[in-house]
């Protein structure tokens, strides 16, 4: 039996460089009998055959396996590795296709992009990049695993609660007669009542079985359009899952 550690530290027998690999990503066993088994060690990003999120599974020829956002060759390891195996994103006969930050795995296909094409749909998965406070991070989600889609809005709840909160000193100060109350609580109420309503955010929320959601603002997008994302996103997935049925 051989056992090959798979991550980004430089320790590792097969070293994977990408920003969504852990130091210690995963480990691939190869049995003295020819069977090969991939092993996820609790990596944040995932590891994933055939686009499906696993913690072990046993592999077969054809299978995609993919660490983070970088496919693994892991037919290759029939021997012993001596030194470390360096890994990105270039592979034998040319650069992986990929749009933008999302690198496509076999037969992934894309559906639609939006939101400036930080939104990207494919037939495996939906996946958003942006950034914020000046850090860039994105959110992937394989289709099967997506259990709600939300369209809500969204507010700052903390200054609705400042409003009403005016809105009882405004009453306070008519009926004790305190007039220096009246007019600054009147205007305060109005200014947080505006703050709160500009805050208001129409946002799509997909929700997984488990983990944070994938969230972006919709903003000034047509309803229809609006409706024809969310259509196209349930379509794909009753459709992936359909041929997940089928293995």
Known sequence: MQIFSIGKDPGNQIVLEGPFVSRHHAQLIIYDDHLVE????????????????????YLNNG???????ILLPWTQYSGEVQQPTKINN?????????????????NENKILTSNSNNIILTNYRIHMAEKEL???YSITIFLENISSVQ??????????MLALLSALV??????????DMIMGS????LLLLLLWFLSRKHTVSIYPDGGKPLEFEV??????QIENFVNKLQLAKAERMSELSKH
């Open 170 to 179: 405004f009453l306070y100060s008519l009926s004790t007669g305190k007039s």
């Open 38 to 57: 991939i092993k996820d060690l609790g990596s944040s990003n995932g590891t994933f055959v055939n686009g499906t999120r696993i913690t072990n599974r």
């Open 151 to 160: 369209l809500i809005y969204k507010s700052n709840f903390g200054l609705l």
């Open 219 to 224: 903003g000034q997008m047509p309803g229809q």
């Open 134 to 136: 000046g850090r860039s």
């Open 63 to 69: 299978d995609a396996v993919k660490c983070g956002e």
């Open 90 to 106: 270039e592979q034998p006969g040319g650069t992986m296709e990929s749009l933008g930050s999302l690198v496509l795995l076999p």
């Open 186 to 189: 009147l205007l305060a109420g």
